[in-house]
């Protein structure tokens, strides 16, 4: 102990010193967030960098995420097999219709858990460390959305091809399948943004549990997720119109169909990645709150 | 900010702040600490030492009251103050999953370090902090003194002209906190680093810090060296010794009419006497005390340390501490 100090002393070179009024030589002046374009762009790859190593360090949380999926693939493919041959969903069988409902559903599942990393780095300090260096409140919910993006996107190809394995077909071949991940990503994004948002005003594991796990299950099954609209009453429908996982799942099972329609997978499309800015700003002004909190 | 005010690097003025449910954490608190030198905010817990850390960092907002640390305004210019300070909260800081290296690599970076410079400036604060041997580990696995060394280690990555320590030896052993503040005394006096360190162990701030800022209920409540506080105190402290607090109070209030007794104070069954020259005002005392009937158990004469200090201005004494003029 006492060596590594006697070496540590004189090594220390000169702090940079900023003058008052000036930004140090070399060192472009920025705007009081904190951030300066160019930064902003570097920083939010330097967190996504890291919360996708954390990822490695960690694999079992990806099994644990394909798991979940798994089961509902089998276990809703042999509970309700029957239901395809019910009028109204066209023919075809279930798995095929249940696939990119689950994609979705599942996209939006761990999604919902994104604020718990944010309510982790609270904890360990680390949250403190990133809002006290010049990193701007945008660059941290780029990250964050970006990492949910990337594991979002490789989650749905997994479940994709254990769809197919278990008997799904995606008439609508390569475009269809690159669409219905594209939607799982912004439906993913989407709900990242409430996470964190929701994290940064309660700063609590136990409310954003009891919130993920409220708000997930009602959007799923307000939605053609797993039954045709055409089968569920008719405030449902209503209800459903308005539900970003109906969009979601709609665009997603519109998509590997055999003759798409592009322009209605276009346009809920637009709505979700209109629903992830929202909540992206929602979760990035999260933080003032959660400065004025401490 | 003028060039004037360039030798206090960290300046707070009037910080008040209070919290949701009427909690006032800080109340007018002031204070200036100049360059290259160790300033210590001394209080018990709950005094406003972290929040007023939080401002200066510009993690917090005040509700009023202004602040500037190297010149820079730390509420119209956060994101300037961010690149020039370091800042060890209370929690680790370090993100637990990632290697000493990498936490130490990705603070760099989100400075805007880039290639050589940075691996450079990396590695050799992984030798200076004695990482070498756990570079590669994950921070979860330090123990609580390398741990503690790595807060520090990554917040000193982009050079930083203030560094900002919340108690940062808390939970650490003995060794552990020599070792860390042979650290922080070698920044202060080497690099001409400028410290602001919140603690509420005394004999750390009356051995390491050069100048000491008494925090309670929210304001400054003294400031100086630890020699110009203990002799602020005015000579010596009397102890008395009464069988019960009821009593302790009434020869505390016999006391306050010793003309030779600048100040007492009641503490459960020990009252506090503030004398100039103790040996001799002592029968003095006793006989104030006697006067008014109360039996004395024991007496003793001590010389001020800074308990005597830190008690006499954040203590139970607090209440009578504005009858006196320091």
Known sequence: ?294 | MTASTTTAMVQAEGLQKTYKGDVRALDGLSFRATAGSIFALLGPNGAGKTTTVRILTTLARPDAGSASVAGIDVLRRPGQVRSVIGSVSQHTGAVPQLTGKENLTMQGSLHGMRGTQLRRRVAELLGQFGLDDAAKRQARTYSGGMRRRLDVATVLVHRPAVLFLDEPTTGLDPEGRASLWAILTGLADQAGTTILVTTHYLEEANQYAGRIAIVDRGAIVAEGTADELKSALRGDSVLLELPDGRRAEQARQALARVPQVHHAAADGSVVRARVADGPRTLPAVLAGVEAAGVPVLSVSVARPSLDDVYLHHAGRAFGQAERINL
């Not at chain 1, 570097?42 to 960098?49: D, F, P, R, S």
């Not at chain 1, 394995?165 to 990242?192: E, H, R, Y």
């Open chain 1, 1 to 294: 102990m006492s060596s590594q100090h006697t070496a540590l002393t004189p090594d220390i070179a000169q702090p940079q010193v900023v003058p008052a009024g000036a930004a140090a030589p070399g060192q472009p002046t920025w705007s009081d967030t904190g951030s300066r374009p160019g930064q902003l762009r570097q920083a939010w790859v330097i967190l996504t960098q890291r919360y996708l190593r954390q990822l490695y360090r960690v694999p079992v949380v990806i099994f644990m995420t394909l798991i979940q999926p798994i089961i509902w693939l089998l276990l809703f493919g042999a509970l309700f097999k029957k239901v395809a041959e019910i009028p109204g969903f066209g023919g075809g069988d279930y798995i095929t219709y249940l696939t990119p409902g689950v994609v979705i559903m599942t996209a939006m599942f761990s999604a919902s858990w994104t604020g718990m990393a944010y309510i982790e780095d609270m904890q360990t300090g680390v949250m403190d460390r990133f809002l006290t260096a010049p990193v701007g409140r945008g660059a941290l919910t780029a990250a964050m959305l970006a990492y949910q993006g990337l594991t979002t996107a490789l989650q749905s190809a997994i479940i994709i091809a254990i769809g197919w394995g278990t008997g799904a077909t995606f008439p609508g071949g390569a475009a269809g399948i690159a669409a219905l991940i594209g939607v799982s990503v912004l439906i993913a994004v989407a709900m990242a943004g409430v996470s964190n948002w929701f994290a940064l005003l309660t700063r609590q594991r136990e409310a954003l549990i009891g919130a993920s796990t409220t708000l997930v299950l009602p959007l799923t099954f307000l939605s053609g997720a797993f039954l045709s609209l055409q089968l569920v009453p008719g405030w449902i429908v209503d209800v459903a119109r308005f539900n970003p996982v109906n969009w979601a799942a709609s665009a997603g099972r519109i998509a590997v169909e055999a003759h798409p329609q592009w322009s209605t997978v276009g346009s809920y499309a637009g709505f979700l990645a209109l629903a992830v800015v929202v909540t992206a700003t929602a979760a990035t002004r999260a933080f003032g709150s959660y400065q004025r909190a401490l």
